[in-house]
Nanobody
Framework: QVQLVESGGGLVQAGGSLRLSCTAS????????MGWFRQAPGLEREFVAG????????SYADSVKGRFTISRDNAKNTVYLQMNSLKPEDTAVYYC?????????????????WGQGTQVIVSS
């Protein structure tokens, strides 16, 4: 499994932007589908966005479509989440996850590698 480290979280006003980064250890990053999930207090961890290892296909939760963009740079072993037009309801701990040869991007249970999370707070 890869080791994942997130960065880029912080406090931002509603309407603002943040870019999260997740860097993986190891030389097999290109074979991992990558996902971003988030968990707000008292709620379950939910899918936000994913990107396929095979063809770069992306998937987004309805709540973030048109506002968030996931991308990856295999040369840097890094996946990004660009978050624009942030809303207070986006406040959560954001987790990066990896799924070796993964096909179903939205399925939390298929991800075997997880980062420690980075806090995002959006003030109104």
């Amino acid at each position: 499994q890869v080791q994942l480290v997130e960065s880029g979280g912080g406090l931002v006003q509603a309407g603002g932007s943040l870019r999260l980064s997740c860097t993986a250890s190891g030389r097999t990053f290109s074979t991992y589908s990558m996902g971003w999930f988030r968990q707000a207090p008292g709620l379950e961890r939910e899918f936000v966005a994913g990107i396929s290892w095979k063809d770069g296909r992306t998937s987004y939760a309805d709540s973030v479509k048109g506002r968030f963009t996931i991308s990856r740079d295999n040369a840097k072993n890094t996946v990004y989440l660009q978050m624009n037009s942030l809303k207070p309801e986006d406040t959560a701990v954001y987790y990066c996850a990896g799924n070796l040869f993964g096909r179903r991007l939205e399925n939390k249970g298929e991800y075997g590698s997880w980062g420690q999370g980075t806090q995002v707070i959006v003030s109104s």
